[in-house]
């Protein structure tokens, strides 16, 4: 597996966000299941399939894209919105960058490693381990870069990323991911209940770290990604509850500037599975 991720890292950008379109409508049309979730979601925040459309083909130039953004040369990357990030790293308090499923938001983390870390010391990513025992070496291989570090979805891997905000370093980290049961709370999300992590939420106020909004907006013909970074639209909560819920309220924000770029085939409104 390592072998052909190294092999297809080498191709151009626009070559596999043509081949990955097309396995992304292969993929649709072969699965009943995924063609069900994926209007269903859509529907849910209120987006009918034609309007969402070119996202079929988004989920599968994000697989794709992959090995090149592992293993291949640096793509081009714009920047957007910048002026809030310098001046959250600059107040040494730590900086938790929040992104959903949208995009490229393998980009994200490898941008920021690669402006701020010299200066600010790494961004440290959570991660849940591949349940795939041949993606696991891929991605350990992959993800040891200057700049990053990775912290799994484990106690051990919450006390890593409060250690790195307590020292003025950076996390990143996907809230609209489905946590395992017990390590959320069902919140509405676009009007229907999603079990959400309250991770993001604890962090920020556990370290009175600066929450910032980010996702990477991939670009038309291979033309790369433009980071696109914002505050939240007002101060967290200093209630739990109310500040998951808020973090949610602006994940939704975010989708709705760009739905097309959604992963709306993510099972976010599916029962937690236990914690082993």
């Known amino acids: 597996m390592l072998t052909l991720f190294r092999l297809v890292s080498g191709w151009p950008l626009a070559l596999l966000h043509g081949v990955g379109g097309l396995l992304g409508w292969l993929t649709w049309l072969a699965s009943p299941t995924y063609r069900r979730r994926f209007a269903e979601n859509a529907a849910q925040a209120g987006y009918p399939f034609a309007t969402v459309r070119p996202a079929v083909a988004h989920a599968g130039r994000m697989a794709a894209e992959t090995p090149r953004l592992w293993f ?17 790293y600059a107040a040494r308090k730590g900086v938790v960058f929040l992104t ?43 993800r040891r870069r200057e700049g990053l570090e990775t912290a799994p979805t484990t106690l051990a891997g919450v006390r890593q990323m409060i250690k790195a905000l307590r020292a003025g370093r950076a996390v990143g980290l996907l809230p609209d991911q489905v946590p395992p049961d017990g390590m959320g709370q069902w919140v509405p999300f676009f009007g229907k209940p999603a079990y959400t992590m309250t991770l993001a939420a604890r962090l920020v106020l556990q370290t009175g770290a600066t929450p910032m909004l980010v996702w990477g907006e991939r670009l038309p013909r291979g033309q790369g990604f433009r980071l696109r970074f914002e505050p939240l639209s007002e101060p ?34 599916k029962t937690p599975r236990p914690e082993k």
């Open 72 to 88: 291949g040369p640096t793509v081009p990357m714009q920047w957007q919105g910048t002026e809030s990030v310098d001046a959250a």
């Open 100 to 142: 959903p499923h949208m995009g490229c938001f393998e980009i994200t983390a490898q941008g920021l490693a690669a402006r701020y870390g010299p200066d600010y010391g790494p961004i440290t990513v959570l991660y849940r381990p591949a349940r795939q025992a041949a993606l696991a070496p891929v991605i350990e291989t992959a």
């Open 236 to 269: 967290l909560s200093a209630d739990l509850d109310t500040a998951v819920a808020q973090i949610n309220r602006e994940m939704e924000r975010l989708i709705r500037q760009c739905p097309q770029q959604y992963l709306w085939g993510y099972g976010r409104y």
